[in-house]
């Protein structure tokens, strides 16, 4: 109960100090494990997490909020395949869970079985109609697969719940783009920029936008805001930039003549915590199109508090880039699999 109230207060530092006293006492506890583990997931100490929740699971292999957690882990490094067979696990107990059908959606979507993931993810939906963070996954699945009406719907249902975050507005303005709705997306763009101050990709998505419409003064005042919050970047941490980012960049630079003290790294690998996808965007000047609008975002998985505001710290391609972590030498119960490609309806008839 005390820990519950530091909570309550905000208090996270002493709220892990009294469930730490607390698991000393009841070392089995695997509610207690659980919890502490989630408070090490939020504070981003994947390691004492990963510890946590797996002890948590060693005593109650079933236990719901620790498997999802671990599986959120599993996720946010590219695991897919081994998310999925933590989520099997829990699937047949707690059928009519949103939280644990957003990540199979997603897991899906990282494996590129678009139509499997818009399955789960409208199933969770339907249990969760309020939910921002599923609106959110599907609103970027059908921008991946270039349906942007179906996109601008579920983004523009995702800003009505969560109004303060700013790649909704971005993601809005790309499907407006496709749509053929510039002023719009300028607009919705114009919001992004004064909402989110620290992701580059903003601004340099709405340099593409107004260089392909021929304004070259709006698009080089961008492309600078985006070179500022670059190199903040890089004085803070070492942040792993998508490739994919870096070259639209370098060409966006090379067209306004401008960035060559912008020194980029370019990773060699995408990076396995961002879920990306790369959307035409369309000019009605007669200037050539630079290139691509890019859509960058990021695939939101539930893990600890489900149903609270998931506190979105900065970074460079996504909202809340997640550490990779290491997978939990973990292994699913016998007999409790399905196979990867099965939709919600299917996952129904074994039952």
């Known amino acids: 109960m005390l820990g519950k109230i530091h909570l309550l207060e905000g208090e996270m530092e002493k709220?892990?100090?009294?469930?730490?006293?607390?698991?000393e006492f009841s070392p089995e506890?695997?509610?207690l494990l659980t919890t502490l583990g989630l408070l090490y997931?939020?504070?981003?100490?994947?390691?004492?997490?990963?510890?946590?929740?797996?002890?948590?699971?060693?005593?109650d292999p079933g236990n719901y909020k620790a498997t999802l957690a671990a599986g959120s882990m599993m996720q946010a490094h590219g695991d897919f395949d081994v998310a999925l067979?933590?989520?099997?696990?829990?699937?047949?107990?707690?059928?009519?869970?949103?939280?644990?059908?957003?990540?199979?959606?997603?897991?899906?979507?990282?494996k590129k079985k678009y139509i499997a993931a818009i399955s789960c993810l409208k199933r969770a939906n339907y249990l969760a109609p309020f939910d921002w963070k599923i609106l959110y996954n599907l609103g970027l699945v059908h921008l991946t697969m270039q349906q942007?009406?179906?996109?601008?719907?579920?983004?523009?249902?995702a800003i009505n719940f969560q109004p303060k975050m700013g790649e909704l507005y971005m993601l809005l303005a790309v499907a407006l783009t496709n749509l053929g709705d510039i002023e719009n997306a300028k607009r919705s763009y114009e919001q992004a920029v004064a909402l989110d101050k620290c992701n580059p990709l903003v601004n340099l998505n709405y340099a593409v936008l107004l260089y392909n419409q021929g304004d070259k003064k709006g698009a080089l005042c961008q492309y600078q805001e985006m070179e500022k919050k670059v190199n903040a970047l890089k004085e803070s941490s070492t942040p792993d930039f998508d490739p994919e980012m870096v070259e639209?960049?370098?060409?966006?630079?090379?067209a306004l003549q401008v960035g060559e003290s912008l020194v980029w790294t370019k990773s060699s690998k995408e990076s396995k915590s961002k879920q990306k996808a790369a959307l035409s965007g369309k000019?009605?000047?007669t200037q050539q199109p630079l290139g691509s609008n890019q859509a960058l975002g990021q695939a939101m998985s539930s893990a600890a508090a489900y149903g609270k505001t998931m506190q979105l710290p900065s970074?460079?391609?996504?909202p809340a880039p997640l550490a990779k972590s290491p997978s939990l030498p973990l292994e699913p119960e016998a007999g409790s699999e399905i196979s990867p490609e099965e939709t919600p309806e299917q996952l129904r008839k074994r039952k």
């Open 15 to 23: 709220a892990i100090e009294v469930y730490k006293k607390a698991v």
């Open 29 to 31: 506890n695997a509610d």
């Open 41 to 59: 997931l939020q504070l981003g100490d994947y390691q004492k997490a990963f510890e946590h929740l797996g002890n948590a699971l060693t005593y």
């Open 85 to 110: 067979s933590k989520y099997r696990v829990i699937a047949s107990t707690v059928p009519e869970s949103p939280p644990l059908w957003n990540n199979i959606g997603m897991c899906f979507f990282g």
């Open 148 to 157: 942007y009406a179906s996109a601008f719907h579920f983004l523009s249902a």
């Open 248 to 254: 639209v960049a370098q060409k966006m630079g090379a």
């Open 283 to 285: 000019s009605s000047s």
């Open 315 to 318: 970074g460079a391609g996504a």
